[in-house]
């Protein structure tokens, strides 16, 4: 089955020290790859997107992702971490349903980033 | 303002009512979504539809039921048939293609009591 994981429920990072949050797809077809951050009892907000072209992806807040498509793989980092950067993360793929133009947007089960001062 | 919206913020609702959520968006997005979160399991996809008068089940779709007689709106009623309704619950909608990411709301905790 198509899918996208996040292997890790919850990371911790000290206050200006890089961080990764790691996804993981399976998907038939050329992955369309998304990251969304959510604050506690808010909606999702975008981050950035991977369609197609260079594998490091620049998104909002410093964030940015790497597409590794050889170990299928897009996860998101940021060099220095901000104690504002403490929320949950989520991974997202979008899928295309067999015989039309409909598609789907499916969500990892979401990490939640820690970073302390 | 340009959004997606969702009401009731929060959502109280006696065990076997149904209840319906309201989401609109002035987005001018064709395709609209419905999620679940819990504590624990990310967003589960609900329903979401495409173009008006048309959707299409998700992985949790038992027990809910969606309308999309215009382009702005898309109600999603719980049904006293969901066996655990207490959740918050996601609107989302996006234009049509592959490469677009979706809009959220600021979503609806609904608690049955």
Redesign the interface.
Known sequence: AQSVAQPEDQVNVAEGNPLTVKCTYSVSGNPYLFWYVQYPNRGLQFLLKYITGDNLVKGSYGFEAEFNKSQTSFHLKKPSALVSDSALYFCAVRLRERYSSASKIIFGSGTRLSIRP | DGG?T?SPKYLFRKEGQNVTLSCEQNLNHD?M?W?RQDP??????IY?S?IVNDF?K??IAEGYSVSREKKESFPLTVTSAQKNPTA?Y?C?S?P????????????T?LTVV
């Open positions: 997606i969702q395709a979504y999620y624990g399991q990310g967003l589960r996809l979401y495409q299409q998700g992985d918050f996601l989302a996006s049509m293609g592959m490469n677009t990411e979706a809009f959220f709301g600021q979503g905790r």
